[in-house]
């Protein structure tokens, strides 16, 4: 059985996906999370990359992962990610243009990044005579330490992309029954949105602010230690019902934030494809499973709000049972394993 293999470098912990694929049939083969290095992410250091590179390759040696070729993602707040409209042209065409095309939505100057871009849809599908293009910029620094990390590890990489790129793609056959649904990637240091039309990317975006900013609100709003603070939050999270309903006061500001982002982007996306509006919320990422955030997304969206899963058409035997509510994790080491 071919297998591909997917690791989720996140800043609070490293996930593997590794799936197997057998005719039409897609089996989970080996899934691992270990935690994070403290501290290292940030970081470009030498001895910081040899850190990370060591965990992924006790999380590889742990689980006997037999695919050695890894897809691997970056963090989508420091890459640059935008669906741009150009004239109907060839991939050929596209390739000249796009250099010129980017120049006006890259900071940075084009010589310190690692472009790519991807054809969502043609003219034909827009009803336009405009095609829809999927541009995404990765600074070179960034692209390489991560590629360290693989490599480190004795693994090599096969294929790079955006964490909210590899969670829609696992996500995307959960919610194939409706026409708009917006990913809402929950992590410790960021919030990443995106908007599916009919499964495929239409919009983008990433907020900083996530997990650590609610523990943070916590400690700085009721006086909590740090470990208190997170001790807190995974048990109460964001359910009223408890200590009268004070964590949710405290964490408010930063879930204002967050919401503000997602009505934006809603705005946004409904005012582009005439009226169109979100069918429903699927939030994925470790901060998804607080108690009570699904509750609270719908209240303040009133839109159908949800727990990403991932599994969706990924046969698992008996020894993965207690996955099966772990889905939002492993979001996006899934997508990258079903690349």
Do not use: C
């Not at 690692?114 to 600074?139: C, H, W, Y």
């Not at 919009?203 to 523990?215: N, P, Q, Y």
């Amino acid at each position: 059985m071919n297998t591909a293999l997917g690791i989720d470098v996140g800043s609070h912990s490293i996930k593997l996906i590794e799936i197997g694929k057998d005719n039409a049939s897609q089996v989970l083969v080996n899934a691992a999370t270990i935690l994070t290095p403290p501290k290292v992410i940030g970081s470009s250091t030498q001895v910081d990359i040899e850190t990370v590179s060591t965990a992924i390759r006790k999380l590889v040696k742990d689980t006997g992962t037999k695919s050695k070729s890894v897809h691997v993602a970056l963090p989508e707040s420091q890459v640059f990610t935008r669906v741009i409209e150009v004239p109907q042209l060839s991939k050929q065409e596209l390739s000249s243009a796009i250099k010129w095309e980017a120049e006006q939505y890259i900071p940075l100057p084009l010589d310190q990044v690692t472009m790519d871009f991807s054809i969502l849809r043609e003219s034909k599908d827009t009803g336009t005579n405009m095609m829809q293009v999927l541009l995404v910029a990765a600074p070179k620094i960034l692209l390489d330490k991560y590629i360290n990390y693989i490599e480190g590890a004795g693994l090599g990489v096969v294929s790079i992309e955006t964490e909210i790129i590899s969670a829609s793609r696992a996500i995307a056959r959960s919610v194939s029954t409706v026409k708009t649904a917006m990913v809402v990637s929950l992590g410790a240091q960021t919030t990443d949105l995106a908007i599916l039309r009919g499964g495929i990317i239409a919009f983008t975006r990433s907020i900083s602010a996530g997990g650590e900013a609610l523990s943070r609100a916590l400690v700085q709003g009721l006086g909590f230690h740090q470990n208190q603070a997170e001790e807190f939050k995974k048990t109460y999270g964001l359910d009223r019902r408890h200590l009268e309903g004070k964590i949710v006061e405290a964490v408010r500001p930063i879930m204002d934030t967050i919401i503000s982002e997602m009505k934006r982007a809603m705005a946004f996306y409904q005012e582009k494809y005439n009226g169109d509006k979100v069918d429903v919320i699927s939030l994925s990422g470790g901060t998804a499973r607080l108690p009570g955030m699904v509750v609270f997304m719908a209240e303040q969206t009133g839109i159908e709000t949800q727990i990403a899963n991932p599994w969706v058409g990924v046969k698992k035997d008996a020894r993965f049972a207690a996955l099966e509510n772990e889905g939002p994790i492993f979001s996006v080491a899934v997508g990258l394993a079903l690349k």
